[in-house]
């Protein structure tokens, strides 16, 4: 069955250093997507990256970056020279394609506070 | 500008009384979809639907119905509300493909007493 695993409830990076934050997933699907989210306090959802099952490449978007281990499963988020606007909560998703409905599932999420 | 438009954003209600929840897309979306979000459960997908006419159950169907007669609107309905179902809840669209992401709306915060 599908499953997203954040392991890290929350985290703790000091202002202009990087910072992990981890997933894991499971699924029998050859083709599917993987997204990260933040959410800040205000409680909006933001759309970060996207990661293909096919890629070859970690995704990069400007300071974040997706470490893709396919074998592992693994899908970790890495934000390079944090800021304290990145003090929010993080969600991994993992979007199907092969089976019905296109269905998108999320991590329990990892909050993240960025310290000055 | 491209949005999902939740309604309300804030919603105190008692057991009992029912309610919906109105979402709308202006992007031509055929994907759109209802969360709930819950501390330490992350979003849990209530409903979905790939386009119009066409709505299946997510993972926590109970409770809510939903309707999809035109694309850009996605109303979630609650008959009967119940104190369980106080929480945070997303309406979200997209494409009907796997390599693309989620827009949400802004979230409507339900508290049933």
């Known amino acids: 069955a599908q499953k997203i695993t954040q392991t890290q409830p929350g985290m703790f990076v000091q202002e202009k250093e990087a910072v992990t934050l981890d997933c894991t997933y499971d699924?029998?699907?050859?083709?599917?997507?993987l997204f990260w989210y933040k959410q800040p306090s205000s409680g909006e959802m933001i759309f970060l990256i996207y990661?293909?099952?096919?890629?070859?490449q970690n995704a990069t978007e400007g300071r974040y970056s997706l470490n893709f281990q396919k074998a592992r499963k693994s899908a970790n988020l890495v934000i390079s020279a944090s800021q304290l606007g990145d003090s929010a909560m993080y969600f991994c998703a993992m979007r199907e394609g092969s089976t019905g409905g296109f269905k998108t599932i999320f991590g329990a999420g990892t909050r993240l506070f960025v310290k000055a | 500008e491209a949005q999902v438009t939740q309604n309300p954003r804030y919603l105190i209600t008692v057991t009992g009384k029912k309610l919906t929840v109105t979402c709308s897309q202006n992007m031509n979306h055929e994907y759109m979809s209802w969360y709930r979000q819950d501390p330490g459960l992350g979003l849990r997908q209530i409903y979905y639907s790939m386009n119009v006419e066409v709505t299946d159950k997510g993972d926590v169907p109970e409770g809510y119905k939903v309707s999809r007669k035109e694309k850009r609107n996605f109303p979630l309905i609650l008959e009967s509300p119940s104190p369980n179902q106080t929480s945070l809840y997303f309406c979200?669209?997209?494409?009907?493909?796997?390599?693309?992401?989620?827009?949400f709306g802004n979230g409507t915060r339900l508290t049933v007493t």
């Open positions: 699924t029998s699907d050859p083709s599917y997507g």
């Open positions: 979200a669209s997209s494409p009907n493909t796997p390599t693309s992401p989620l827009h």
């Open positions: 990661q293909g099952s096919y890629d070859q």
